[in-house]
């Protein structure tokens, strides 16, 4: 009967691991989104090297258009629309329009790589105090 006795408990624990499971995505969500981003940090790492802005917050809106264009496979991690707002020296007496193509130019492999949509605000340091 040695077997009999050990049944249960296996029973037991896979029930158990299966209900410890049902909040994982969000936990793995959120474990995922700083060691599995690597165009997040891309564009970290450019707009910081090619800008030295004073100000650069990126934000990560690709759930917010999974399963449109852009992102058909609907994965909230595919890391395709991001917000990015940058203050920076380098933005002195340039048109928005020849701000944004400095950020396009720095992301150019990542726009390659699938980067779909960038939201882009872009101030110089007296235009950020306002």
Known sequence: GHSRSDNPAGFWKMGCSLQLAAPSPF????????????????IQA?????????????????????????NPSGDPDAETHFKVEVVSAHFEGKMPVARHR?????????????????????KTPAEADK
């Open 27 to 42: 936990m793995l969500r959120r474990a995922m989104s700083t060691a599995m981003r690597p165009i997040y940090g891309r």
């Open 46 to 70: 450019k707009l910081t090297e090619g800008l030295q802005p004073m100000t650069l917050v990126i934000k990560d809106e690709s759930f917010k258009h999974a399963g449109h264009s852009g």
């Open 102 to 122: 400095m950020v396009y130019a720095l992301l150019d492999t990542e726009i390659k790589d699938g980067l779909h949509a960038l939201s882009l605000k872009t």
